[in-house]
């Protein structure tokens, strides 16, 4: 019983922290320009940490302005980067190097979080979400892609792939928050709710602590920029929208799957392994030792040879 409170206050700081702030829809993450250029400028120095030659678009779709990072050899094979929430496409910094060495990287900043895309509509339904993403992909042409979801970006990636012809390949999962099971250990993650009520250094230092075995790992320029997105962008409804896959849906993908979830992870447990092992048909699972939910940062190395061994 105390688990099913738990869950129901979990939901309820997150309904309440959504409904706290008006939502203006010529800019859906940020109250004021000034927000946007503090958090722009820090942005882009954490981009400055991906240290190889990258490019940046927007592109025009009937929801707002997409914005991609584009990386690695342009005849290389197609690679789409899906960020964990409020962490932006910068957050691939740990990893960019290992996979845009055989890979045309396509990192697409989620429009309904602190990033460059803006949303210039009323907030995503999933369908909305299937709609947006094949706009970029329709744009960019892309056909028999792979992907890679961290977090809120892995729940997107596998709604992507539960789709009637897909153009995904190869799929990597890495902790896929809210995608096989509820969060694990509800009670540790509120830290990160009470974050988005009331933001601080203080409180936002407690969940890296949480979150990640070795928050020391964290590029102090990646942090600030981190911290600014959960600090600005008080309102987020998309952990409502993120219910736990059905077997019957899961069972749509037929792409061969990788899903990593750290031993130290406080979104998944064992379960989502055993779900990806028996229902998936091509599921693929793996524990990544002395990791938290950041696993591609606590143990970038590791999980960067995962990445490219199993993306081969």
């Not at 960020?83 to 910094?93: E, F, K, L």
């Not at 990033?115 to 094949?134: E, F, M, R």
């Not at 190869?170 to 988005?196: N, R, W």
Request: glycine fraction near 4%.
């Amino acid at each position: 019983m105390s688990k099913l409170l738990l869950k129901f206050a979990f939901l309820f700081l997150v309904a309440g922290c959504a409904s706290s702030k008006k939502v203006k829809f010529d800019d859906y993450v940020f109250q004021s320009k000034k927000e946007k250029t503090t958090y722009i400028k820090s942005y882009n120095r954490s981009l400055k940490l991906w240290g190889i030659p990258y490019s940046q678009e927007n592109i025009k779709t009937r929801f707002g302005t997409a914005h991609i990072v584009l990386a690695g050899p342009k005849n290389g094979k197609k690679l789409v980067l899906l960020h964990g929430m409020d962490a932006s496409s910068t957050m691939w910094y740990p990893n960019i190097k290992a996979l845009a060495k055989t890979h045309r990287i396509y990192a697409i900043d989620f429009l309904e979080e602190p990033g460059k895309s803006t949303l210039t509509s009323k907030s995503l339904s999933a369908d909305d979400i299937v709609i947006w993403y094949n706009d970029i992909f329709n744009y960019y042409k892309l056909k028999q892609f792979d992907i890679i979801g961290a977090s809120r970006g892995g729940w997107i990636a596998t709604l992507l792939a539960t789709q009637k012809n897909n153009s995904i390949n190869k799929m990597i999962l890495l902790s896929p928050a809210q995608t096989f099971e509820f969060v694990d250990k509800i009670g540790k993650t509120t830290t990160a709710l009470f974050l988005k009520l009331f933001p601080s250094q203080k409180k936002f230092d407690k969940t890296m602590e949480i979150f990640s075995t070795h928050p020391e790992n964290i590029s102090p320029v990646y942090n600030k920029q981190f911290y600014l997105a959960n600090k600005y962008a008080k309102s987020n409804t998309g952990m409502l929208k993120m219910q736990p896959f059905s077997d019957d849906d899961l069972r749509l993908i037929t792409n061969p799957v990788l899903v990593l979830i750290g031993d130290h992870d406080v979104i998944n447990s064992e379960k989502s392994l055993v779900k990806v092992q028996n229902i998936l048909v091509k599921g693929q699972s793996k524990i990544i030792k002395d990791a938290g939910h950041f696993l591609s940062i606590d143990q970038s190395k590791a999980v960067n040879e995962d990445m490219v061994t199993f993306l081969k």
